[in-house]
């Protein structure tokens, strides 16, 4: 069992920057794939970035240049550093967790359902 607790949501302005936290404890958490996704109202569930054990990162398109996902040296927590920031970025902001292989990972912003182990998610708004 991973827990996995959200923290840093907000509300800024369009241009503005967030970090967000995710702190994972449990079962070996530190040998997990992480993620973030996020979902807007109405909207699915999409991925936003991943990190694999060795550090390996991948990042959805929408968020290349802008966002950057990170973990402390214990890989005890996850952050997501969002910078310039738009109004299409706000959504509720979820990190999740898996054992996945290599290959796995690096695709798992595209397959939610790769991950077992999800917090129960961070508000972040945008406005223009």
């Known amino acids: 069992q991973v ?3 959200e923290s840093g949501g907000g509300s800024v302005q369009a241009g503005g920057s ?3 936290s995710c ?3 449990g079962d070996a ?3 997990y794939c992480m993620g973030w996704f996020r979902q807007a109202p109405g909207k699915e569930r999409e991925g ?3 990190i694999d054990s060795d550090g390996s990162t991948s990042y959805a398109d929408s968020v290349k240049g802008r966002f950057t996902v990170s973990q402390d040296s214990a890989r005890n927590t996850l952050y997501l550093q969002m910078n310039s920031l738009k109004p299409e970025d706000a959504a509720m902001y979820f990190c999740a967790a898996a054992r996945l292989p290599p290959d796995q990972c ?3 912003s595209q397959h939610p359902e790769f991950f ?3 917090g129960q998610g961070t508000q972040v708004t945008v406005s223009s």
């Open 18 to 20: 967030l970090r967000l």
């Open 23 to 25: 702190a994972a404890s």
């Open 116 to 118: 077992t182990y999800w």
């Open 29 to 31: 958490a530190a040998s």
């Open 48 to 50: 936003v970035a991943v």
């Open 106 to 108: 690096y695709s798992g």
């Open 3 to 5: 827990q996995l607790v």
